[in-house]
């Protein structure tokens, strides 16, 4: 059926679920078009030819974060017609001719149906929640992505206990970090606000999201980008530990 | 009777089909080849260097072979082989192998890569440092922010008297680069700090002498490579130190 979003079709839920409806509508349609002709052709074949129908030449938008197509030529249905014409002729099509055509509009619902993916998307994936991004912590490891700070430990059972005291906060909040990291002319830098990457996390299963994790310095961040967003979160509560042996100076 | 000829031609289609794929593609490496066939091969593929010692033979894996050589001309080279088509085949060579090259065995796999040095004893390099870097960087539109956080991974190691070695990309290393190839910043995004720095992560290496100062190894830079297969190999640029000090202050 010619499905095709911005995300890892298999993986995402709401376009499994958007899929569906689109077959359960195609079949419906299909079926009561079928029930009113008189001229009977039999069921199997009149799927197929709504099916082939349905191939097309497309423009495909991304408007309101839906991936839409809008079919622009019926390829399918002109192949059904020479194909028809030269086995049944003239009213040899005639038969076939209102199902190839329904393949071709009911694409026109579906740009409807895709419209519906984002929001489902949004209802059961809310990306201001934490545990959306973080659901299963299995086997987590914290990776120390600068030198200069103290190789920590995940506190798992903190992180997984405390994940909905985290709340969506604006990274740009911290004034004197913006300034400066990305303000002043000069070659010295603050220290990299989340030297740290956990990995071994999972997020919430049909959700297809594809991040990268940070942790900020004082175990209290946590960052996550994807490859075009990022979401910043801010709780109270430390989840990582210093490893012992090193000299520590991250702040409990 | 016509059947059975039928029968048996089409089997002894197979039979042999199969040995073919099996020769080819999924026998067992025989052993490697000796050290005088290996300077043959050598000197015969990259006309005009000839070895006057092989140092070692290295097996990083059963199929691939690190082979660091001396050269009459005193040149501290490397050359790679890989098992396949059924035979030994040489897949570069570096007359002079001061600056490290990184062999993507297969590139989409960071869990294949491997680092390769050799230098000439004049240089008196002691220890390496490899970088895996990508900048901090930050990208701001009407309804979006983002910022990259910087990631720095650094591996230090000592060349324990010898002037050849390798390094398997670290497990950490692995990890981010997946990372960074499933969900780091798509390509097209377009980012404020313009200092040329690569929003990507690259790699890059420093070297030490005995007493832990940074030293630039003159002898052994500037080498050619007489590459067989080209895409698998990339340069691992030499940095100083001060180049990634200078940019932080601890606060």
Redesign the interface.
Known sequence: MNVQYHYDFFQHVPSIVVSLLNYLLFGMIIYSLYKRKKEKISLWKAIIIAFIGGFLFSINLNIFHSFIQIPILPIGVWLLYWFCKNRFGKVGWEKYRSFAWAGFYIKFIFIFTSFLIYPIDILIYPKDELKTFIKDVNQPRI?R????VNEVKLEKLKLVNSVDTFKINE??KDEKWYAG??QYET?????????Y?L?GTKPKFGSNV???I?IEKDGKGI?I??????YYFRSDINIISPVKGGNNHVEK | MLKNKKTIFGLSILVIAFIVIYWFYLSKPTAFYSEARIKKMISHTYKGENVKEIQDIIFIDQKHVFVPYISTEKGYGVSFWKWQHHKWKIVNIIDKAGTPRIWKMKPSDPSSYVMFWNYSPVDQVNEIKFRLNRERNYMMSNENVYYLPEILLEQKLSLHTKTYGFLKYPSDWIKIQKLEAAAGPKENIFFLQVHGYRTSLSLSMTTYDKNGKEIFPEESINGNDYIVEDELFDYIMYTDDKDFIDRERND
Request: glycine content about 0%; aromatic content about 16%.
């Open positions: 990776i992505t600068i030198p200069k990274l740009y990291t990305f070659k010295m830098k603050p220290i990299e606000r989340f030297p990457i990995v594809k991040t990268i940070y960052f980008t994807t490859k075009d967003k990022h």
